[in-house]
């Protein structure tokens, strides 16, 4: 599994604040919402897709990655609405999602982690009223994403460990034998991270990144 | 009228090393580490002993991840158990399992962590960060996902994210363990190119040639404390006695 986001390129997209991104993103989100006729949401896919080819200069792969991970889904919900609706709701629906589903490809392919989390972090900066450190918030979500293929990597490590040893690795046993271990794994991986994290001066995190360093 | 009471910022003294005063520690029930007393202030100090004879809780005591039980350990002067920030500044930890220890998805934003920690400004960040990459034949990975590096590329990684915090003295724990043969060459290159002073706990003995004293420990005691040649001598009788 991977989790290889950010796809480096010197563009303006890419140059352009993740901030200004994540607004163009929900006011497209509206757009596509609150005017759903055929040549608005066609627009908006043909815009979406050439400001990640041609302005971004994204590879092909990257939205076609992202294109197949869902079809399945929008071909279920276009067969649902040929059932429940009709072919031109049906197809607006897709079209829409589709839409969305790219747009916030390429605002993940051109946008670092740290510019995002410093946007969360900003978005999050009222929460300090009540004593929550946004800084804390955006080295979660980092983490999450640095994680989230490590432990889905032990996870295979195991299954092949069973299977090596004749285990089932399929099923309720398969799923008992494999995450019994990779919880305890995972436990070990967050005591070592959390030491990790105090030597790497995590309790001297600032308020803000960047700003005055906390007392 | 109400006095702020200012407390004065602990002052290190780089020339006073590393002290261990009737140090002990206890895990539970367990007695991990004894009445060790030792003044460190080699430039490369290796520690080697069996597993579990108490190596690891005593790097983690160099830096403040671990406290004593019983007794003190002072790092340039300062007490790990009242000026811990300081002290971890002062001595970077390197993790024997670098998917531990790196916490970001790409590899300069992990690179760069320590210093948003520090509140270093931005430029300055992106410079060392930059500097540092490169030092370490990653700067063609900046902006690659962390976790499809090798294995050496990642310890690399976690070396990297240290040094480039400017610690006075960087602790290793069992740095080559789960690397190949050419990994393990470019790590203790590494550490022999360093500039801080450096304590090394290690199972590979080769790593500690030319290093300036070896510590041997057993069952939570130091047991041989000398140059390299006659504490491995005694380190290797003891485990062939075992």
Redesign the interface.
């Given at each position: 599994m991977?989790?290889?986001?950010?796809v480096?390129r010197a563009s303006p997209v890419h140059r352009t604040p993740a901030g200004w991104k994540l607004l163009a993103l929900a006011g497209l989100s509206a757009l596509v919402f609150t005017a759903p006729t055929l040549p608005v949401v066609c627009g908006a896919l043909v815009a979406v897709v050439a400001l990640g080819l041609v302005v971004a200069r994204l590879p092909v792969a990257v939205l076609g990655r992202e294109t197949r991970a869902v079809l399945w889904w929008l071909g279920a919900l276009f067969a649902l609405h040929l059932l429940v609706t009709d072919v031109l709701t049906g197809t607006l629906t897709v079209l829409r999602l589709l839409t969305l589903v790219l747009a916030a490809a390429v605002v993940t392919a051109t946008t670092?982690?740290?510019a995002m989390v410093a946007v969360i972090e900003r978005v999050c900066r009222p929460l300090e009223w009540v004593g929550v450190r946004p800084a804390r918030i955006g080295?979660v979500i980092?983490?999450a994403?640095?994680f989230i293929?490590?432990i889905s990597?032990r996870a295979g490590r195991i299954r092949q460990a069973q299977a090596a040893r004749g285990g089932s690795v399929r099923g309720l046993r398969g799923l008992s034998t494999t995450l019994v271990p990779l919880l305890v794994q995972v436990l070990q991986?967050a005591h070592?991270?959390s030491?990790?994290?105090?030597?790497?001066?995590?309790?001297?995190?600032?308020l803000r990144?960047?700003?005055?360093?906390a007392a | 009228m109400r006095f702020r009471r200012e407390t004065a910022a602990p002052v290190a003294d780089p020339a006073r090393g590393i002290e261990l005063r009737g140090v002990g520690h206890v895990y539970g029930d367990r007695m991990v580490l004894a009445d060790v007393d030792l003044h460190l202030t080699e430039r490369r100090i290796g520690v080697v002993g069996a597993n579990g004879s108490g190596k690891s809780t005593f790097a983690r005591l160099l830096n403040g991840l671990v406290m004593p039980t019983t007794g003190a350990v002072l790092v340039d002067g300062l007490d790990t158990r009242n000026a811990v920030r300081e002290v971890r500044r002062r001595v970077g930890f390197v993790f024997q399992d670098p998917d531990a220890q790196i916490v970001h998805p790409t590899v300069a934003e992990d690179a760069a962590y320590g210093l948003e920690n520090q509140g270093v400004p931005a430029a300055e960040r992106a410079e060392r960060v930059a500097e540092v990459l490169d030092r370490y034949g990653l700067a063609g990975h900046a902006d690659h996902p962390a976790h499809l590096l090798s294995g050496g590329q990642k310890q690399l990684l976690a070396i990297a994210g240290v040094l480039v915090m400017r610690p006075v003295r960087i602790v290793f724990d069992e740095p080559t363990t789960l690397l190949d043969l050419v990994n393990t060459r470019r790590v203790a290159q590494v550490i022999e190119e360093l500039e801080q002073r450096a304590v090394v706990v290690t199972h590979d003995l080769d790593l500690l040639e030319g290093f300036d004293r070896v510590l041997v420990i057993d069952g939570g005691r130091v047991v041989e404390d000398g140059p390299p040649d006659s504490s491995i001598a005694a380190y290797r009788s003891l485990m062939v006695h075992r």
């Open positions: 991977t989790l290889a986001l950010y480096p670092r982690v740290t080295l980092a983490m994403l640095r293929p490590l990597e991986l070592t991270v030491e990790a994290l105090d030597a790497r001066g995590a309790d001297d995190v600032p990144r960047g700003g005055p360093r | -």
